[in-house]
C-alpha cells in the first residue's frame, strides 16, 4: 500500500514539472512536446517536437543511429523537403576533420568549392604516373552524352520524379563499367546495391600526364619541320 501512495506521489510531481510553463519539458494539451524555454506564448511548430537549445543525440554503445522521415520535414511556406538548415550562411559543419562522415548519398551537390584531402603525410606507396602510360589509357577511354533513368527514383511520387528525371537529362561523362577495365582506381562499386560510382577527381592527373605527353610529342615534331625547313 505504502508503495502504491509513493507511486502516485511521484507521478503528479512529474506532471507537474513537464506542464509548468516555466519547466523544461512541457507537454501541450495538442500532444506537443516543447523542450527549453519558449520565445512565444504558444507552441511555434506545427510539428509534434520543439526543441530550443543545443541538441546532443548519440547511440553509445552502439553500432550507429539511423533516422528517417517517411514524409516532409516541413510542408509550410519555406521548404518542401527533407532539410537541414543554418540560420545564418556557413553556419554549420557536418562532421569534423576527426569525426568524418563515411559517405554520403545525394542527387545534386551545389558548393562554392570543393577540397580533396591530399596532403603528402598522409599518404604511403606513392609511385609516379607515365606520360606514356597516361595517354595510352586517356586514348582507351570513350566519352558519352546520356539521360539518367529512374532506375535510382524508388519510392518518390510521380511529380518529384518528373523534375528529377528533367534534372538529370543531357548529361556528359563515362560508364563506369568500361572505366573500370582502363582505370580501376577511378571506380567503385557500392557494396549495398552493386552501382558503380566514378571518382572524376582521380581523371585529372592522369590528363595532365597524358597532356605532357602530347606535348613532348609536338616538341619533337616542331623540332624535325624546323630541321627540314632549314635544309
Do not use: C
Not at 519547466?23 to 500532444?31: G, H, L, P, S, Y
Not at 546532443?56 to 522521415?69: A, D, H, K, L, S
Not at 577527381?201 to 616542331?222: F, N
Amino acid at each position: 500500500m505504502k508503495r502504491l501512495i509513493h507511486l502516485n506521489l511521484v507521478t503528479a510531481t512529474v506532471i507537474f514539472a513537464i506542464s509548468s510553463s516555466k519547466a523544461q519539458i512541457k507537454v501541450f494539451n495538442t500532444d506537443q512536446v516543447q523542450v527549453g524555454a519558449l520565445w512565444w506564448p504558444t507552441f511555434p511548430s506545427s510539428k509534434q517536437l520543439f526543441i530550443n537549445g543545443g541538441l546532443e543525440v548519440r547511440e553509445y554503445p552502439g553500432t550507429g543511429m539511423f533516422i528517417q522521415n517517411y514524409h516532409n520535414l516541413y510542408n509550410g511556406t519555406w521548404y518542401d523537403d527533407p532539410s537541414i538548415v543554418s540560420h545564418f550562411n556557413y553556419g554549420g559543419w557536418v562532421g569534423t576533420p576527426g569525426q568524418a562522415m563515411f559517405a554520403v548519398y545525394t542527387n545534386f551537390l551545389y558548393a562554392a568549392g570543393v577540397q580533396i584531402t591530399s596532403d603528402e603525410r598522409l599518404k604511403t606507396n606513392i609511385k609516379t604516373i607515365t606520360s606514356k602510360d597516361a595517354l595510352e589509357k586517356i586514348k582507351l577511354i570513350k566519352s558519352y552524352t546520356y539521360d539518367y533513368n529512374d532506375a535510382m527514383l524508388i519510392n518518390i511520387e510521380e511529380k518529384k520524379k518528373e523534375a528529377l528525371l528533367k534534372g538529370g537529362k543531357n548529361q556528359i561523362g563515362f560508364m563506369a563499367q568500361e572505366l573500370a577495365q582502363i582505370l580501376p582506381e577511378a571506380v567503385k562499386v557500392d557494396e549495398k546495391n552493386g552501382t558503380y560510382s566514378v571518382n572524376y577527381i582521380m581523371l585529372i592527373p592522369v590528363l595532365v600526364e597524358a597532356v605532357k605527353e602530347q606535348q613532348t610529342k609536338i616538341a619533337e615534331l616542331e623540332q624535325k619541320i624546323t630541321e627540314l625547313k632549314q635544309k
